[in-house]
C-alpha cells in the first residue's frame, strides 16, 4: 500500500510546484505563498501517515488479531471468534456494508 501512497506524495508535490508558479504568474506572490503552505502541510501529513502505517502494524498472537491502518483505524479481534481465511472474495461480499474495509487505495471493488 505504501508505494501508491507515495506516488500520491510525489504527484502531490508536482502539483504544489505547478500551481505555485501558475497562481504567482496569473495572481499574485502572497496566493501562490499560502496555497503553497496549504498543499505543503498536506505533503507532510500524509508523508507522516504513511510513517505511521510502518510503526503500526497488523499484530497477531495467540489471543488476538489486531488490525490497523496506520493511526487512522484499529480494530481487534479475538482469534476465538475467527472462523476461518477467505482466499477468494465475491462482488457480492466485498460490497456487504458489514464488511470491514482498512485499504486506503485500490480497494477491489
Known amino acids: 500500500m505504501a508505494p501508491m501512497l507515495w506516488v500520491l506524495a510525489g504527484i502531490s508535490i508536482l502539483e504544489l510546484l505547478l500551481v505555485h508558479l501558475l497562481v504567482s504568474l496569473l495572481l499574485n506572490a502572497a ?10 502541510a498536506g505533503v507532510i501529513w500524509l508523508g507522516v501517515a504513511i510513517a505511521a502505517m510502518k510503526r503500526r502494524p497488523v499484530l497477531l498472537d495467540a489471543e488476538r488479531l489486531v488490525m490497523r491502518v496506520g493511526t487512522f483505524k484499529s480494530v481487534t479481534i479475538p482469534v476465538s471468534t475467527i472462523a476461518g481465511l477467505r482466499t477468494e472474495w465475491d462482488a457480492q461480499a466485498l460490497k456487504a456494508r458489514t464488511l470491514l474495509k482498512l485499504s486506503l487505495v485500490a480497494f477491489p471493488m
Open 31 to 40: 496566493a501562490a505563498a499560502l496555497l503553497s503552505l496549504l498543499t505543503a
